[in-house]
Each structure stands twice: as structure tokens, then as C-alpha cells.
């Protein structure tokens, strides 16, 4: 599966900003879908899941209550709307694929399918 991902650029503390990620195929259960993101100078980190029937979503406690993820009915798009943006969500952020969650959180070791990164910069 090829994924695109867009939307990303620069906000300012407590906007907010909404990443896409568009698949080459039709999301289906089991296949998940999420965000990584990784800081300068840091290990990339498991943002936001969602499974492929969109029967479940799962989030890092870092971005809980700030961050939504959902699909499309289309299928081929999964979104990320970011609010209440901090300086600490400054990062490049991965849409990725078929990767297992485990405690609720998304192995970042196992993802099958990554997209290329968008930037994300959160000014004070």
C-alpha cells in the first residue's frame, strides 16, 4: 500500500492543524492505520491508530484529548486533526500502515507501510 501525506506546515501554540493521509487501496479491517511522529533528535513515537473498520482508535497519552483520528467513507483517506497544539508536537509526522497495537499503543517496529513525512512546527 502507498501512502501520501499531507497538511502539514507551521502553527502557533494552541492552533491547530489537520494531517491526511491518502492510501493507494481501500482501508479494510484488519489493516490499521496511524500516525508516528518523530522530534529532532528523537526515536520515532506512535501518535494515533485506528482500525480499518474504524471500530477503534487508540492514542499515545501525550496527545489524548487533543488529537483526532478518523476515516473517510471513501476509504482511501485517514485524517489527524491536531488542536491545542504545544511546542512539544513539533516533529515530523509518518502516516503509516498494518501495524499492530499492543496496550493501545502502535508497534512501531512492525509497521508494514510508511508514507513520507510532513513537517510539523509549533511556535510560542
Known amino acids: 500500500v502507498q501512502l501520501q501525506a499531507s497538511g502539514g506546515g507551521l502553527a502557533q501554540a494552541g492552533g491547530s492543524i489537520t494531517l491526511v493521509c491518502t492510501t493507494s487501496?481501500?482501508?479494510?479491517?484488519?489493516?490499521?492505520m496511524g500516525w508516528f511522529r518523530q522530534a529532532p533528535g528523537g526515536e520515532r513515537e506512535f501518535v494515533a491508530a485506528i482500525a480499518g473498520d474504524e471500530s477503534a482508535t487508540y492514542y499515545a497519552d501525550s496527545v489524548k484529548g487533543r488529537f483526532t483520528i478518523s476515516g473517510d467513507k471513501s476509504k482511501y483517506k485517514v485524517s489527524l486533526q491536531m488542536r491545542d497544539l504545544k511546542r512539544e508536537d513539533t516533529a515530523i509526522y509518518y502516516c503509516?500502515?498494518?501495524?499492530?497495537?499492543?496496550?493501545?499503543?502502535?508497534?512501531?517496529?512492525?509497521?508494514?507501510?510508511w508514507g513520507q513525512g510532513t513537517l510539523v512546527t509549533v511556535s510560542s
Open positions: 503509516a500502515g498494518g501495524f499492530p497495537v499492543h496496550s493501545g499503543i502502535g508497534d512501531v517496529q512492525q509497521v508494514k507501510d
Open positions: 487501496l481501500r482501508i479494510v479491517a484488519p489493516y490499521r
